[in-house]
């Protein structure tokens, strides 16, 4: 066998003879390199494996606190064909948070650690949901640039390093587009309804869209993990690439919705091929994700709320896992009260 495949796969606890160590990195390395997927069963960095469950987690954490500010409007909904388009989209999120959760598990962190670090503050989610929506256009606005800018951050996640994690950016990805047009689409009617709507929709768009650009995360020389994130292509732009992107994309689509941005300094750029734009508020970022948001507290309390909840739907499906499992995890034949629930006979 190659030295490339005989060191590409650890044992099943991760271990590899010590001395053996710096060649399973070179070829590690060399795997990266080509563009090829690392996958769980491989040898990995410790390092490498610690940043991408610090990340996915997030990612996971994001998605599923992000089902929060929207189901606050389920309920008032203007007319059932918006209320059964976000409560599809609300119920995506949470699927999003499964793929991504799942994908943190192959890296050897059980989700019971993962959701406690959540409740405990010691894993973070994105700054953008802890902010409040106030009125109707907000799930416009949430859709249209929230949605919009996770779509730019994670397209290019698609072609991640880490195997799990990119083929669950494929289908998040085409979920999310879906979302960022229905937000779009809600922009719009509103824009195009009466002045009091059209002003409710420019009301959403200005308070949304700072929080937005910080999504993708402090400018290029505060970002602490970019350089070697990139380097290991997890991430494939840095921070400030993908905010200008977002940013150019979003211009044009303003001015589509009859909408104008809230920043004085947006204009096209000829030298640089780019929008310019004003200077972005880090001090309000920095306190966000430090936990002093005007939400922060609200999300995290309603989450562990739902999480105690939620403990007997947990304990149910751990006990009818049981019942088909074994103890031992072999497999054995559902029970007559139990076969049809399996789709047997
Ligand atoms: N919020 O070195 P940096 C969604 C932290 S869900 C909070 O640049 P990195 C949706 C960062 O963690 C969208 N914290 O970090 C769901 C680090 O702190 P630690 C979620 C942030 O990882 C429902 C420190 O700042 N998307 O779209 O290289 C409904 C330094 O940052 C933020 C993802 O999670 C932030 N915005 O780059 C609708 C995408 N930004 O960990 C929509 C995956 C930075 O050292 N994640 N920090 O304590 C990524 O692409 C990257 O993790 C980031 C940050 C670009 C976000």
């Avoid at 405990?120 to 949605?147: C, E, H, M």
């Avoid at 009617?189 to 929709?201: C, F, I, R, V, W």
């Avoid at 948001?293 to 896992?321: F, L, M, T």
Wanted: glycine content about 6%.
């Amino acid at each position: 066998m190659a030295p490339a495949a005989a060191h590409r796969t650890a044992s099943v606890d991760g271990a590899v003879p010590e001395a053996d160590t710096a060649v399973y990195e070179a070829v590690f390395n060399a795997a990266v390199a080509a563009d090829e997927r690392i996958e769980p069963r491989d040898w990995m960095p410790d390092a490498y494996r610690s940043t991408l469950v610090r990340q996915i987690a997030q990612h996971a954490h994001s998605e599923i606190i992000g089902m929060q500010p929207e189901a606050n409007w389920i309920s008032r909904a203007p007319s059932l064909r918006r209320k059964a388009i976000l409560m599809a989209k609300v119920q995506d999120e949470a699927g999003h948070g499964l793929y991504l959760y799942s994908a943190v598990e192959t890296l050897g962190v059980s989700r019971e650690e993962l959701l406690d670090k959540l409740h405990t503050g010691r894993q973070k989610y994105s700054s953008i949901f802890n902010y409040p929506t106030l009125t109707w256009a907000d799930v416009g606005a949430i859709g249209w640039l929230v949605d919009g800018a996770a779509i730019t951050n994670q397209v290019p996640l698609c072609r991640c390093s880490y195997g799990p994690y990119a083929r669950a950016m494929v289908r998040v990805c085409k979920e999310e587009s879906f979302h960022q047009r229905q937000g779009y689409e809600l922009l719009l009617a509103l824009s195009q309804g009466t002045p009091e709507q059209h002003a409710m929709a420019q009301d959403a768009v200005d308070r949304w869209w700072w929080p937005s650009l910080m999504m993708f995360g402090p400018p290029d020389d505060e970002s602490a993990h970019s350089a070697q994130s990139m380097a290991w292509k997890i991430k494939r732009h840095s921070n400030d690439e993908l905010r200008q992107r977002f940013i150019d994309i979003c211009v044009p689509q303003a001015k589509s919705l009859n909408l104008t941005l809230p920043d004085p300094d947006l204009r096209w750029n000829e030298e640089r091929g780019h929008y310019d734009f004003g200077p972005i508020d880090w001090a309000e970022f920095r306190e966000v994700i430090k936990g002093n948001g005007p939400c922060n507290e609200q999300r995290i309390s309603q989450r562990r709320k739902a999480h105690d909840e939620g403990a007997w739907v947990r304990e149910a499906a751990a006990a009818y896992a049981a019942k088909h499992n074994g103890a031992t995890g072999a497999a054995v034949e559902p029970s007559a009260d139990t076969a049809d629930m399996n789709g047997k006979a």
